[in-house]
């Protein structure tokens, strides 16, 4: 990545600075940057958490900026946001019917312009993302959130429901999860107390481009 502008690479900590105001955003091949603004009560920590997990194909990165800004980041951009909803996005346009000319992505001419927009700036670039801030360009590295250990009864296990999400007993085994959603051909959300942290869904859905 070309970042500019005298931004340089480092392996400093991410602190739990909370923002109002994030630009998420990513490099297209003329260099150019599609962004779009993120209001958000979350720490930095938790937002580049969420986009290394669940925004880590291209497709995806796509599908979230398409939803214009927004003020819930949610693992999934696919799906219309509901209340109390602990899974997709809220957009300004989709979910607030906001004025599009108002709230739809923006291009920035390059990095270097986009770096400046918000004191914290979230960029995807290459199958990479990285952390924009106090002329520092940080390298988001890979986040692994399964456990080290193969017992999962921390975690609880949810479908969709009629009423939202409904919790569901499922194997006590990472390995067996999988498995689980071919059976009963579910989607399954898994949460750490209020945390999501995995979404699997069953393979025939991969197959058609839902991953």
């Not at 600075?17 to 998420?24: A, E, G, P």
């Not at 490099?27 to 986009?51: C, F, M």
Request: aromatic content about 12%; charged content about 25%.
């Amino acid at each position: 990545m070309n970042a500019g502008g005298g931004l340089f690479f480092t392996n400093n900590s991410i602190t739990d600075t909370i923002m109002s105001l994030f630009q998420i955003g990513k490099v297209l091949p003329d260099g150019k940057v599609r962004h779009i603004k993120a209001y958000l009560e979350n720490t930095i920590d938790e937002i580049s958490q969420k986009l290394r997990v669940f925004y880590s194909s291209e497709k995806r990165v796509d599908a979230l900026l398409s939803l214009g800004d927004i003020d819930v980041l949610g693992p999934s951009p696919f799906g219309k946001w509901e209340r109390l909803d602990r899974v997709h996005c809220r957009s300004f346009i989709r979910d607030g019917y906001g004025d599009k000319n108002r709230y739809s992505a923006r291009i920035a001419d390059n990095v270097e312009t986009f770096t400046h927009m918000a004191d914290h700036c979230l960029l995807y670039d290459n199958g990479v993302w990285y952390l924009l801030t106090n002329g520092e360009c940080i390298r988001l590295e890979r986040f692994n959130f399964f456990p080290v250990h193969k017992d999962m009864r921390m975690y609880s296990v949810y479908v969709e429901g009629g009423r939202g999400l409904e919790k569901i007993n499922a194997p006590y085994s990472w390995s067996q999860l999988q498995k689980y959603a071919d059976k009963v051909n579910w989607t399954l959300y898994v949460f750490r107390k209020e945390k999501l942290v995995k979404i699997i869904r069953p393979s025939n859905l991969k197959s058609k481009g839902h991953a």
